[in-house]
């Protein structure tokens, strides 16, 4: 008898508690006759009880319960710890604040087995407790050549006309990863991030090892998504940002970027003090270029580097110069959109190494 393949959800949580209704009874019923689905809760410490109200309420799930809180990417990388020592074949990260529905592992799995591939992003819809029409989260995320991440299409009404197809990078809310291209890379994800952009630093690592990244439209989860509530944090996405862009980018392409990056810095600088988050932006810059951090990113730029087999031009043909996300939709966004899409469309064509 053959062995199934395995794949084990790992979702991290801190404070989950309130989500469990939503989540669990549904996703506990996802089982099937060709392979082995385990539910992995990774919990960040959490101090309202949740662990263990989820052991009480649903003994199916296995939990793992940190020490301290590692934040989305330390608890995801727990996760896949565990799921590389209980012969895992695939992993799914599924955010604690989601609601999946019926069979939305079966086109993964379906695509996963007849197919090479670093992961594979179910289509996420916006959550609502209102009787509309459905609204998309994200149909898998773009790249801003400057490092920005965006989800496609979000905010729209979903018209179901999505197809196969490949994508940037998959939203780490809602994505199946396989462990054969986690082995290539030698992580899932970049420990010095703790949280937001780790996904694109990931499907930006897949791209360079030779691995593309899918939307799946018919595995489909609700998400209940709020923008504000990660903008608190702009410090994490700055700092973050441009990390993943030291590190991934060639020599001559940061030179390339840099007057566009310039541009943009003073600009971030300038949405910071107007917003009162001018410090945030500070503390971006003093954490990344302490002599400490340069030393890391160095040591990490150099291992990524030599484990690339796609060169920048083939990594960065489908990068883009806009920013297409409608909780920005702002006049000095769509301004700035012009400079810096013109800029890409010309640096692009001197990239060929």
Known sequence: MLKKNKIVVIIVSYNGKEYWLD????????????????????????????AADLARTYPGVKIIRNEENLGFVGGNNVGYEYAKKNGADY??????????????????????????????????????DEDEADKINTIGNA??????????????????????????????????????????????????????????????????????????????????????????????????????????????????????????????????????????????YAFLFSAKQIKLLMEKRKYIQTKRVRNDRQVVSKFTGLILFQPLDMILIKIANVFFFAYWQIIRLFIFW
Not at 31 to 36: A, C, G, L, N, T
Not at 230 to 239: I, P, V
Not at 250 to 259: C, D, G
């Open 23 to 50: 989540l669990m009874p549904t996703l506990l019923e996802e089982k099937y006759q060709d392979v082995d689905v385990e539910i992995l809760v990774v919990d960040n410490h959490s101090d309202d009880g949740s």
């Open 143 to 284: 790249i801003h050549y400057l490092g920005f991440g965006y989800g496609k299409d979000s905010n729209q009404v979903d018209k179901n006309n999505q197809k196969i197809s490949k994508i940037n990078y998959a939203s780490g809310a809602g994505v199946l990863i396989s462990m054969k291209a986690l082995e290539d890379l030698g992580y899932l994800f970049d420990e010095t991030m703790f949280m937001y952009l780790e996904d694109l630093d990931l499907g930006w690592s897949m791209n360079m090892l030779g691995y593309d990244n899918y939307l799946i439209p018919n595995s489909i989860i609700y998400h209940k998504y709020e923008f504000s509530r990660s903008m608190k944090l702009f410090s994490w996405f700055e700092r973050n940002r441009l990390w993943i862009m030291l590190k991934n980018y060639k020599l001559a392409t940061l030179i390339l970027i840099f007057p566009a990056w310039l541009i943009m810095e003073l600009g971030q600088i300038a949405f910071a003090l107007v917003n009162k988050r001018f410090w945030q932006k500070i503390k971006a």
């Open 91 to 128: 992993i799914y990260l599924l955010n604690q604040d989601t609601v999946v529905t019926n069979g939305f592992l079966r086109p993964l799995y379906d695509f996963a087995k007849e197919n090479k591939f670093g992961s594979l992003q179910s289509k996420l819809r916006l959550w609502s």
